[in-house]
């Protein structure tokens, strides 16, 4: 999927101060791309991503998707493109604590309706989890998995409805370097051998150089 956008802005008013969150980005990710955006805090870059995965609509500008202009006025069509193309992580996990690991990976198939009874539901959940070197833990509770167990749960989840792009904001945050090395492989692999293309954030320059293409932004701008 690529994915463009042209002289987006996101604009906050702070009292009688217009604060631009985004100015003017220009940003192009092509077929089977891995782009870092890398910035310190408040640069922008975590903005940029909400934006283009349409949880968030700009001030100005336009995103492209496969080509096609997104629409954020339309709130039925951003919750189909967010269904079926677009998978998130989050530094937080954002797992839910009472279910077990594979069923939080389960529980975005019930929305997509592809899988349509709960076995194959499960299967599937049972293989993303497989995927991520977790098929010993499918009954495991959250609170029962160290933070990187944790994030491989959630980069399991995002895969559940085969999303076109991922898009990952600072997946490697809450976690210590070993354990986000770990992180960071995975998302090449899946980069690399199945074809998912990735948009990253990140405050970590020298990771993010490992992984591909890097774009830098400050005070919402690409430098």
Same mark, same amino acid.
């Given at each position: 999927?690529?994915? *463009?956008?042209?002289?987006?802005?996101? /604009? /906050?008013?702070?009292?009688?101060?217009?604060?631009? @969150?985004?100015?003017?980005?220009?940003?192009?990710? #092509? #077929?089977?791309?891995?782009? &870092?955006?890398?910035? =310190?805090s408040g640069s922008g870059k975590s903005t940029l991503l909400t934006v283009i995965g349409c949880l968030d609509a700009p001030t100005a500008g336009e995103v492209y998707l496969n080509g096609t202009r997104v629409d954020y006025?339309?709130?039925?069509?951003?919750?189909?493109?967010?269904?079926?193309f677009l998978g998130f992580v989050f530094q937080?996990?954002?797992?839910? =604590?009472a279910m077990t690991a594979v069923e939080n990976v389960e529980y975005p198939m019930y929305f997509n309706k592809v899988l349509k009874t709960k076995? #194959?539901?499960?299967?599937? @959940?049972?293989?993303?989890?497989?995927?991520?070197?977790? #098929?010993?833990?499918?009954?495991?509770?959250? &609170? *029962?998995? &160290?933070?990187?167990?944790?994030?491989?749960i959630a980069i399991a989840r995002a895969l559940?409805?085969?999303?076109?792009?991922?898009?990952?904001? *600072?997946?490697?945050?809450?976690?210590d370097s070993g354990t986000g090395k770990s992180i960071l492989d995975?998302?090449?692999?899946?980069?690399? *051998?199945e074809g998912k293309n990735i948009v990253m954030v990140t405050h970590d320059l020298e990771s993010a150089k490992r992984m591909g293409k890097v774009i830098r932004i400050m005070d919402g701008r690409i430098q």
């Open positions: 999927m690529t994915v *463009e956008t042209k002289e987006l802005s996101k /604009y /906050y008013w702070m009292g009688n101060e217009k604060v631009a @969150a985004l100015d003017a980005v220009d940003m192009k990710v #092509e #077929e089977g791309g891995f782009i &870092s955006v890398v910035g =310190p006025r339309d709130k039925k069509s951003l919750v189909l493109l967010r269904r079926k937080t996990f954002n797992l839910i =604590p076995s #194959e539901r499960r299967a599937h @959940a049972r293989k993303l989890l497989a995927m991520v070197g977790l #098929e010993k833990r499918l009954e495991h509770l959250p &609170s *029962e998995l &160290s933070g990187g167990e944790q994030q491989r559940a409805n085969d999303p076109k792009l991922i898009l990952a904001d *600072e997946p490697t945050g809450n976690l995975l998302l090449k692999r899946l980069n690399e *051998e």
